[in-house]
């Protein structure tokens, strides 16, 4: 396995740097190397917000930004008007956005997208538009980066002292992975 970067693209408060933070728990439990960090000053609720999550199956000695990611997703379509979410993309990169858009109509055309709603499964399971933990049920399904069964041991790890929000996470990830399967 060569190094992958993946930048999270989300607003302050939404959990981007959580689920950073989860994805490499996540690939910890699935025997990699991994690093997760946020990029933010001084931002507050609602403003742009990225966060980094790095995998690999040996040691990762950079220490910098993620420049060229080889994965991208997006939490929240409408920060595309202000963000360019493609910069720096690898070649073969894959944007993973939460829309029920078509990537084409977000602008994406070119560009190997995902558009899966995310926020749909995630007020039908959870009871709240909680976007951040489920998108790595996608994730894990469209990628293979990730297995299913670590992203349930990361989520009940991180979510530890909160036993429902776990149990709830762990189920909107099941059905974004399921509903992702063919979307490879």
Do not use: W
């Not at 944007?95 to 109509?105: L, M, R, Y």
């Amino acid at each position: 396995m060569v190094l992958k970067e993946v930048r999270f693209h989300g607003r302050g408060g939404q959990g981007a740097v959580t689920s950073s933070q989860v994805l490499a728990i996540a690939a910890f439990h699935d025997g990699k190397f991994t690093q997760a960090f946020p990029n933010f000053g001084v931002e507050r609720t609602g403003a742009p917000v990225e966060s980094y999550t790095r995998i690999d199956d040996k040691h990762i000695n950079v220490r910098s930004h993620v420049y060229s990611p080889a994965y991208v997703i997006v939490l929240d379509p409408s920060l595309m008007a202000n963000v360019d979410v493609t910069k720096g993309l690898k070649k073969d990169a894959l944007i993973i956005v939460n829309s029920n858009k078509t990537p084409s109509e977000l602008g994406l055309k070119g560009f190997d997208a995902k558009s899966i709603d995310i926020t749909k499964v995630a007020l039908e399971v959870i009871g709240k538009p909680f976007v951040n933990i489920a998108a790595l049920g996608a994730f894990a399904a469209m990628t293979g980066e990730v297995s299913i069964e670590a992203l349930n041991k990361a989520i009940d790890e991180r979510f530890a002292e909160k036993g429902k929000i776990a149990g709830l996470n762990k189920e909107a990830c099941r059905v974004l992975y399921e509903k992702a399967k063919g979307m490879k």
